[in-house]
């Protein structure tokens, strides 16, 4: 059992910053591969990013250049750095776990998951 906690949404301006933080429980950290997710109302959970238990990374399209996941295995916790946030970036984020090999690009490929943290992009 994996229990996840996010922490570092809020309220910024369009081309401002955030970092968000997932801190997991369990002394199996380093082995799971770990994502993000976004929701946004009315829409799809969208697969955000990932990293793998190596730290190999992949990014969804429309992350890359402006998104960077990356991990800490001595303090159990996966990192969402955001830069230059447009409005529509605007969802609640979602830290998950899986402990495939491969890269998981859909919820259903995920094992455990947070409760989310709200990011809002202002205009």
């Known amino acids: 059992q994996v229990q996840l906690a996010e922490s570092g949404g809020g309220l910024v301006q369009a081309g401002g910053s955030l970092r968000l933080s997932c801190a997991a429980s369990?002394?199996?950290?380093?082995?799971?591969?770990m994502g993000w997710f976004r929701q946004a109302p009315g829409k799809e959970r969208e697969f955000v990013a990932h990293i793998a238990w190596n730290g190999n990374t992949y990014y969804a399209d429309s992350m890359k250049g402006r998104f960077t996941i990356s991990r800490s295995n001595a303090k159990n916790t996966v990192y969402l750095q955001m830069n230059s946030l447009k409005p529509e970036d605007t969802a609640v984020y979602y830290c998950?776990?899986?402990?495939?090999?491969?890269?998981?690009?859909?919820?259903?490929?995920?094992?455990?998951w947070g409760q989310g943290t709200q990011v809002t992009v202002s205009s």
């Open positions: 998950a776990s899986h402990l495939g090999l491969g890269v998981s690009v859909v919820p259903g490929g995920y094992d455990y």
């Open positions: 369990g002394r199996t950290f380093s082995s799971y591969a």
